[in-house]
């Protein structure tokens, strides 16, 4: 099927740790990915996106190399800060007519002190 | 400045009562989305329109209604039909069309308790 899995949460990490959050997907072809970010009590912002095989997105400290080969899109940042503390969601484009979103259910990350 | 605005972002109802959250947005943007957000469940899409004048259904649209009669606005109506309405909800909207590259835009949201 077409689909976008991410790893569970919580995670929670102490600051300056590494963060790596797992996503992979199914689809036909190689759509366009993407990582969204929600802080608390907020909407979702775009945090980064790959618009075709072997792009890395980067934006904030955050990093994401889309792999074609593994059909994955891991999010990584080398040094996470207690402002980092959201739900992030990966996602893929549906490559259909209606162009919507494909989410993952996302990942919550609590960083603590 | 240009964005996406919800309202209202908190929303009492009593069971069997139909309510309306509004959105508007200024970007200029054709296409504009209702998603619900769950614990545990993430985002999933409600209804979405693509132009004015025309909406289509998401996954789970029963006991939900849209109209899209302005570009900027694009309101959802949770009805007395919809069983379980306790949620947060939120609205988006992107370029649309051809140009679309996936970036959505999103509102802060609108959290509706059903008493």
């Known amino acids: 099927g077409n689909s976008v899995t991410q790893m569970e949460g919580p995670v929670t990490l102490s600051e300056e740790a590494f963060l790596t959050i797992n996503c992979t997907y199914t689809a036909t072809g190689y759509p366009s990915l993407f990582w969204y970010v929600q802080y608390p009590g907020e909407g979702l912002q775009l945090l980064l996106k790959a618009t075709k095989a072997d792009d890395k997105g980067s934006n904030k400290g955050f990093e994401a190399t889309y792999r074609k080969e593994t059909t994955s899109f891991h999010l990584e940042k080398g040094s996470v800060q207690v402002s980092d503390s959201a739900v992030y969601f990966c996602a893929r484009m549906d490559a259909g007519n209606n162009r919507k979103l494909i989410w993952g259910l996302g990942t919550s990350l609590a960083v603590n002190p | 400045d240009g964005g996406i605005t919800q309202s209202p972002k908190y929303l009492f109802r009593k069971e069997g009562q139909n309510v309306t959250l509004s959105c508007e947005q200024n970007?200029?943007?054709?296409?504009m989305y209702w998603y619900r957000q769950d614990p545990g469940q993430g985002l999933r899409l409600i209804y979405y329109?693509?132009?004015?004048?025309?909406?289509q259904k998401g996954d789970i649209a029963e006991g939900y209604s849209v109209s899209r009669e302005k570009k900027e606005s694009f309101p959802l109506t949770v009805t007395s039909a919809q069983k379980n309405p306790t949620a947060f909800y939120l609205c988006a909207s992107s370029i649309g069309g051809v140009g679309n590259t996936g970036e959505l835009f999103f509102g802060e949201g609108s959290r509706l308790t059903v008493l």
């Open positions: 329109s693509q132009i004015v004048n025309d909406f």
């Open positions: 970007l200029n943007h054709d296409a």
